[in-house]
């Protein structure tokens, strides 16, 4: 049965950082495309940042890049989003996202590629 789990969300100050983790199960992630999606309050799912193995570089929204970073362990079947600098407007529910057949820009910017979603863990930027 395909898995994904989330965890690491919860309550920072802005400007703070926090690290979420996907662990996933059922399938490897070796060969697919991974990433994290968020939903802030009232707003649409956004594509935060996709990655592949063997891909140039990882896909990143603008609203994220130079303060986010993706990474994967395949040893472990681990995903993780490194979050830094963190502002109110990033405060969401924080989805782990897996799409089969797809590249790490296209999974990212359009979620009709996502094959598999996990949860949901939120995160929440408040002083």
């Known amino acids: 049965q395909v898995q994904l789990v989330e965890s690491g969300g919860g309550l920072v100050q802005p400007g703070g950082s926090l690290r979420l983790s996907c662990a996933a199960s059922?399938?490897?992630?070796?060969?697919?495309?991974i990433g994290w999606f968020r939903q802030a309050p009232g707003k649409g799912r956004e594509g935060v940042a996709c990655t592949k193995r063997g891909a140039v570089s990882p896909y990143y929204a603008d609203s994220v890049k130079g303060r986010f970073t993706i990474s994967r362990d395949n040893a472990k079947n681990m995903l993780y989003l490194q979050m830094n600098s963190l502002n109110v407007e990033d405060t969401a529910v924080y989805y782990c996202?897996?799409?089969?057949?797809?590249?790490?820009?296209?999974?990212?910017?359009?979620?009709?590629?996502?094959?598999?979603w996990g949860k949901g863990t939120l995160v929440t930027v408040s002083s």
């Open positions: 996202a897996a799409g089969v057949i797809t590249t790490p820009q296209d999974m990212c910017r359009w979620e009709g590629d996502v094959d598999y």
């Open positions: 059922g399938f490897t992630l070796d060969y697919i495309t």
